[in-house]
């Protein structure tokens, strides 16, 4: 059996479509803030996309640069003026920011009404409560593609690999918001690949290239890779390519679908991004969530 290669660019472009036509419904421009702080190459790439989608799904965008060597006091007052201006529904401080300043007391100034990277303290505590709010952005997307191949996930096992606070811990919770029976792996687990094995649904969010394969996949299973790591290319000597934490080319062999790094998760976070600012949007005027973003 060969599996199905999972298009998340398709489906991040799908969505992006359904959030143009809600925002064209909306009685307020949503507008989004983008706090960008170093020179980071990869960092500018991911911001340059973010603020071209958003003005292509009609919404307003905000952009704050700041030099590498910009202080704490200079991010925080950035978002604390941010957090003040009533025009502005969503905040995003790109991550990660230049040595020498501290991400997690950056991220406890943005307004949890504005957290459209669903990260502070109350977006995560409002997931783990079952309450309504900002979920992260990549567990998001990851629950949409599979809910795309698999339908109704009540009562699929999901094994997570890997529990960190960006990913693995709200992909687990965002899992059993499904209805999902949810394990979370990681490294100290023992039998990692035969508790793999039992999943119907396998989320890689490890940052290890390449390290689940086939004999770590059920037969059938939905595979979704979010690893996206940079390793030298065995066939052109001294260039880089992309892969993710699932070997492709085993787990096409025995999966039922597989996401490709590049192309798969990766779309899908600045897709749900754009999302969570029409969310919020909504939120804080008190207007209802348009139907067309349900998933
Ligand atoms: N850097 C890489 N991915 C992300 C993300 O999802 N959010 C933020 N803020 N920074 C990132």
Same mark, same amino acid.
């Given at each position: 059996m060969t599996a199905q290669k999972i298009d998340g660019k398709a489906y991040a472009a799908d969505l992006r479509e359904r959030i143009t036509k809600a925002v064209t419904g909306l009685s307020v421009q949503p507008c989004l803030a983008v706090v960008l702080v170093g020179d980071d190459p990869a960092s500018h790439v991911y911001v340059k996309n973010k603020i071209k989608f958003t003005k292509e799904t009609g919404m307003r965008s905000v952009e704050h640069r700041l030099p590498a060597n910009a202080s704490q006091d200079d991010v925080i007052n950035i978002v604390r003026s941010l957090n003040a201006d =009533? /025009?502005?529904d969503g905040i995003l401080v790109q991550l990660p920011l230049p040595k020498g300043l501290d991400s997690d007391s950056v991220i406890a100034q943005i307004d949890p009404a504005k957290d459209v990277d669903g990260l502070t303290d109350v977006s995560a505590g409002r997931l783990s409560l079952g309450q309504t709010g900002l979920r992260p952005c990549t567990p998001t997307g990851c629950v949409m593609l599979a809910k795309d191949q698999l339908? /109704?996930?009540?009562?699929k096992h999901c094994v997570v690999i890997g529990r960190s606070i960006l990913v693995g811990k709200p992909a687990a919770l965002l899992f059993l918001e499904q209805n999902c029976t949810v394990t979370i792996a990681h490294s100290r687990t023992k039998n990692i690949d035969s508790i793999c094995r039992e999943a119907d649904i396998l989320i890689a969010a490890v940052g290890?290239? /390449?390290?689940?394969?086939? =004999?770590?996949i059920k037969d059938g299973a939905c595979v979704i890779d979010v690893g996206i790591n940079r390793i030298s290319n065995p066939e052109r000597p001294g260039k880089t390519m992309l892969v993710g934490d699932v070997d492709y080319n085993q787990a096409i062999t025995i999966a039922g679908s597989v996401t490709p790094v590049p192309g798969g998760v990766g779309p899908m976070t600045i897709a749900c991004l754009l999302r969570n600012t029409v969310i919020a949007a909504c939120y804080r005027r008190g207007m209802a969530v348009p139907d067309i973003l349900n998933f």
């Open positions: =009533d /025009n502005i339908g /109704n996930l009540s009562g290890r290239p /390449n390290m689940v394969k086939a =004999d770590w």
